[in-house]
């Protein structure tokens, strides 16, 4: 087993968990885009659980990590700043256009880091869950492009 995977991919769906939390703030600062803000939390709860559900693939070596797609340091400063994001939107007033802002830079940088693809396998099962997870962050980067887009 390769803790160092088993590591990334947990720190991968803690990000995903970070998201879903900030997605809850902003839906409690912004009542009247709740919705909107909710359908991405519950998505990106949906999207923790698929990247966990890997875990057990990672630890019989049937995944393989890809260590050139990307560093944990990465995705750990993407995870420090989503948690930042939260924490601000928690204690003070949030902007509709900062918020969507927020979510399209960071559902953007992890389609433009790739986190998706550092993990390599054959089967139908880890490739469709990591098509999946790409095709939500991308579905998410561009739902929230255009709310903002349309809010300027």
């Known amino acids: 087993m390769n803790e160092s995977t088993v590591e990334l991919l947990e720190l991968l769906a803690e990000h995903e968990d970070a998201l879903e939390r900030m997605y809850h703030e902003y839906a409690d600062k912004l009542p009247a885009w709740s919705d909107f803000w909710m359908h991405l939390a ?6 923790a659980e698929m ?42 007033p949030i902007e509709l256009a900062h ?9 953007g940088s992890l389609i ?26 991308a579905e998410h980067r561009d739902r929230t492009e255009e709310a903002w887009s349309a809010q300027r």
């Open 42 to 47: 519950v998505e990106e709860s949906r999207l």
């Open 51 to 92: 990247i966990r559900s890997l875990r057990c693939k990672v630890e019989d070596g049937s995944i393989r990590f890809n260590p050139n797609h990307f560093s944990g340091e990465t995705l750990r400063t993407s995870l420090d700043y989503v948690r930042g994001e939260a924490a601000r939107a928690r204690e003070q």
């Open 99 to 107: 918020a969507l802002a927020t979510a399209r830079d960071v559902e």
């Open 112 to 137: 433009e880091h790739r986190f998706f693809e550092a993990f390599d396998d054959d089967s139908d099962e880890v490739v469709g869950t990591l098509r999946s997870l790409a095709a939500a962050a």
